[in-house]
């Protein structure tokens, strides 16, 4: 056998080790990871406490945000139950140093004044900076930040109240949307939430110097968590 | 036997090699700025440019598009980063054809189309810089996550500073947000994820 079969051999051997390494990696996917799906909105919003909060306050934060109103007339689809038992159960994600800051936009800024929502804050036992409610006056940026760049759905109604999708967005410390909640599922949108939380945790944390190539190659495969 | 020897650890020689020349070569692409999955075409927006024009996102369709917001009173961070994006440019050649810079101003009330011509023209003549109402450029600016506001503090002949969100993003030639780079990126780190997505 002479050298340059040796050679072609070899070259063959580690292009297939390379497709079974590929596909091994593909398959049995090692590492989950949260796909980087957009950037989410830009905005400056007024709190429960009167105060500015804007997207770049909370950079460096992983944020669940969701869309909702005071008054919304029961029944009412309650994501603030769901927002609740995440921040309950925030332990389960093992987020470490890592902060998790929820919050709530209202789509209602004429009903929804800062001392509206600070009492609707209150009746949650929910405080800044943990749990932000929120809003603008601007309606139409606020269009612009809720059904624009979170694509969540809403429009008032004659009577005044509003049609909406319930939404969950879930953005990390860089400001992308790393995930989306839209529809029921049969696991409750919490235990996902809670789950995919503990992925994004996960990436922050280890994803660093050789082990980045791996959370990248995570993201090529699209080995994405359920 | 000796030439068999030989033959046997240049056979081994040639594996480690190829084996380091392969893991060189078909190793991903680690890009410098944050890779984006949507497949979504980014929200077009339309501009208006020196000489009565307007320009829109999807004119360049076909070409990847480097998106930039700031502002033509901008001391350092906007000069910094269009330094760096030139710089990837030169480093491109004549593929920088293939690549069509646009300065969004986050300052429309006092930046002119034409203010903004005269400011890219000086990092590079095909650079476009444009702008549009305060409403419209509030919402560009949201929906591609820039957030900006008048500062507090002003410069020393008294001109008003504006703090924005100093990222800079591809838009890929399908349309779609590909890639965003962080404040400080190089413009050699930027050359290489364009050259990449170029190939």
Request: proline share 10%; aromatic share 10%; glycine share 16%.
């Given at each position: 056998m002479n050298i340059k079969n040796i050679l072609l051999r070899a070259l063959y051997g580690f292009a297939l080790l390379i497709v079974i390494g590929a596909f091994a990696f593909k398959i049995f996917q090692p590492i989950k990871v949260l796909p980087r799906i957009r950037l989410a909105p830009a905005f400056a919003l007024t709190d429960q406490n009167g105060e500015r909060v804007t997207n770049e306050d909370l950079r460096g934060k992983l944020i669940l945000y969701t869309f909702s109103y005071t008054?919304?007339?029961?029944?009412c689809y309650d994501m603030a139950a769901t927002m609740q038992e995440i921040q309950s159960r925030r332990d389960e994600s093992n987020l470490g140093d890592i902060p998790l800051v929820l919050v709530t936009i209202s789509f209602d800024p004429a009903r929804d004044t800062p001392s509206a929502l600070l009492s609707y804050a209150e009746t949650l036992s929910a405080n800044r900076p943990d749990w932000i409610f929120a809003t603008t006056s601007d309606a139409s940026l606020l269009k612009t930040i809720?059904?624009?760049?979170?694509?969540a759905y809403y429009e008032q109604k004659e009577d005044g109240s509003f049609a909406f999708t319930p939404t969950y967005i879930l953005v990390d410390g860089w400001g992308v949307i790393r995930g989306e909640y839209r529809y029921s599922t049969e696991v409750s949108t919490a235990d996902r939430i809670i789950r995919h939380l503990a992925v994004l945790a996960d990436e922050a944390q280890n994803?660093?110097?050789?082990a980045k190539l791996a959370y990248e190659a995570a993201h090529l495969f699209l080995c994405y968590a359920q | 036997m000796m030439k068999a020897r030989l033959t046997l650890l240049g056979g081994i020689a040639a594996i480690l090699l190829a084996a380091a020349a392969g893991f060189y070569f078909l190793r991903p692409h680690t890009f410098h700025g944050t890779v984006l999955q949507s497949t979504d075409t980014a929200y077009d927006f339309t501009l208006h440019v020196a000489g009565d024009k307007t320009v829109k996102l999807?004119?360049?369709?076909g070409k990847l598009v480097v998106i930039y917001f700031g502002y033509?009173?901008?001391?350092?961070v906007c000069p910094a980063t269009l330094g760096a994006v030139t710089q990837a440019l030169r480093d491109l050649?004549?593929?920088?054809?293939?690549v069509q810079v646009i300065m969004v101003s986050v300052d429309p009330e006092r930046d002119t189309p034409e203010k903004l011509a005269e400011y890219v023209r000086h990092f590079n003549p095909t650079f476009i810089g444009g702008t549009n109402t305060p409403e419209e450029i509030a919402r560009i600016a949201s929906l591609y996550g820039i957030f900006y506001e008048v500062s507090q503090q002003t410069t020393g002949n008294g001109e008003y500073l504006i703090d924005h969100t100093a990222t800079l993003m591809v838009i890929d030639r399908n349309g779609s947000m590909k890639l965003v780079f962080p404040f400080g990126v190089t413009g050699s780190e930027i050359a290489e994820d364009l050259k990449y997505m170029l190939r």
């Open positions: 008054n919304c007339p029961a029944p809720i059904g624009g760049g979170f694509e994803a660093t110097g050789t | 999807s004119d360049f369709r033509t009173f901008c001391p350092d050649g004549t593929k920088a054809d293939e």
